[in-house]
């Protein structure tokens, strides 16, 4: 499967948060290696990785680490959180802006933090 088939698979509204945040990380990253690892839309760096994926009634943000997202959980407080992922309910607005600190920390962590 492509990450195309992916995203053709997922629900309208999800696709197109999931596509938003795809061309985000592929913007600031133009060189990043794509691929469906972990059955999911990753991306990697030689420095680290994120990845998002279509749940049921929300998208998940990867990275992987808490110290990642840290910023963005004291921005969004109301946004459901992980350990190292957020969790954008279809109903939650979502400003796919508000995740560049995020890509960015976790795309250049420290390859011995991996």
């Not at 109301?78 to 995020?102: H, P, Q, R, Y």
Request: charged share 25%; net charge positive.
């Amino acid at each position: 499967m492509s990450i195309e088939n992916y995203l053709n698979r997922a629900d309208p509204v999800r696709a197109q948060r999931l596509n938003a945040v795809i061309k985000k990380i592929t913007a600031l990253y133009p060189d990043v290696v794509a691929s469906l690892e972990y059955k999911m839309p990753t991306f990697r760096t030689e420095n680290g990785w994120v990845a998002v994926a279509n749940q049921k009634n929300y998208i998940s943000f990867y990275t992987c680490s808490a110290e990642h997202i840290a910023d963005f959980k004291k921005q969004y407080p109301s946004v459901k959180t992980g350990k190292g992922c957020i969790n954008f309910k279809d109903s939650d607005e979502m400003d796919v802006n508000a995740l560049e600190n995020a890509i960015h920390s976790a795309l250049n962590h420290s390859p011995q933090h991996r």
